[in-house]
């Protein structure tokens, strides 16, 4: 067996045969104003669910995108086409505001007060709801990554007190991986680890785990996952609770982690792998985790966003590890 099989193999079955399709729909990427790529047969959880599957990459303008589904015109055609969001796998805004385009790019080179700024600038605007969700997912991020999370949850609570779709939430930030966050960071979840919205909350926790407010996070997470309202946050939350596995637990689990995984929208999908990338890693899995990272880095909601970022420099860093800097280097640009 080849060592492209053996990662192949190694990926759960939503998202085992998606990565030579993307990569050659990735050289299109940018050419119309919104792209999504779509899971177009279902996960069969079979022996053979490694093999290549179709995705299928829509360009066009994206008309409508509700909870349920987004209602795309592709290219010049007059009729447009309808796409269960929950078969979505990333999703690319062609931004047309001007003020929107800037926040975007500030955002892909990481300046993050320019960022903010224009995406603030573009939401006053009032585009599409669902392109102002998707600035405002950005801003959340952005305003993270500029230690401002107080105004990062309170994005996030504004976003959760309206039904979101799957790659607006897996496009938040949550964290999936890394150990100890900085004083800012614990202050504000702790000042939110009781907020209405559930989304916060989950964000908030996912903040203090691997601080010495973990056993707090722990309890938060725990009611999380018990809540029947909320099942896609209720699953998010469950896997939260794996960042604390130990490596022998990270063995005798991983197998379930990755089941539970498979009945997540893929877009939301991705933060979870990330997760078990990290546990498997740590756990001295480092083939397997290769192939999570991989996977998180070439098929995330938005390749610019922080999680995307560390997934691929994490799979460069293994890479150059097991004396192969040089493979899969253009998949992981």
Known sequence: MGRTTRIMKS???????????????????GQ????IAVRTTPATG?????LPQPLLILSGEIVAFDPKQIEIRVGDETKTTFVRVDRVVWLRPGWQESEAQAGATAYAEEDWALAIAKLLQGLKARPPVWRQEWMSALLANAAFQANR???GLELIAQLDRQPLSAP???????TWVGGMSGDAAVAAAND???AAEPLVRLASASL??????QQTAQRTLTDLSADAKRPLVARMADAQLWRMATPVETKRNVERWLQKIDSLPPSVAWGPMAAIAERLEVAGEQ????AMWLSVGLLAPDPDHPLSRKARERAKQILQLQGNPDANAKALQ
């Open 11 to 29: 990926l759960p079955a939503i998202f085992a045969g998606f990565v030579c399709s993307l990569l050659l729909a990735s050289t299109t990427a």
């Open 32 to 35: 119309t104003p919104d792209q």
């Open 46 to 50: 079979t022996q053979n669910s490694w």
């Open 149 to 151: 999370y107080p105004a």
């Open 168 to 174: 607006v939430v897996g496009l938040l930030p949550i």
């Open 192 to 194: 939110d680890l009781q």
């Open 208 to 213: 203090l785990i691997g601080t010495p407010h």
């Open 287 to 290: 083939e397997r985790a290769l």
